[in-house]
């Protein structure tokens, strides 16, 4: 993946309203861009598998916990502005392994 000169992204009407907000550029994970929240511990980024991006609390490779996640559109290289959904390893088990508790 390249980045598209995007430095930021906005959430808005998330389901889990502490993911809505504005997220700065942090670098990459899994060879596509990474997003980090202006003010709370959360990023956007690229699954291992790099097939979804994914929503999730811990900044690094490897997360338990993603929160909402979305399939990557062939040939784009930011996250597509529709489609995500609750991801199903949203869960209070795998919140607790990464160490997160703002699970709900």
């Given amino acids: 993946f390249t980045s598209r000169n995007v430095f930021m ?3 808005q009407g998330a389901g889990l309203t502490a993911v809505n907000g504005f997220y700065e550029l942090d ?3 899994n060879g596509g861009p990474k997003f980090k929240h202006a ?3 959360f990023w956007i980024r690229l699954s291992a ?5 994914v929503i999730c609390p811990v900044d690094g490779f490897t997360c338990h916990t ?5 399939a990557c559109i062939e040939g784009e ?14 869960d209070e088990r795998r919140a607790k392994k990464d160490g997160w508790e703002g699970f709900v």
């Fill in 49 to 53: 598998l790099k097939s979804t991006w």
């Fill in 27 to 29: 670098g990459d994970a």
């Fill in 9 to 11: 992204l906005e959430i």
């Fill in 39 to 41: 003010t709370a511990q």
């Fill in 77 to 90: 290289t930011t996250p597509p502005e529709t489609g995500w959904i609750c991801a199903r390893d949203y």
């Fill in 66 to 70: 993603c929160i909402y996640k979305v």
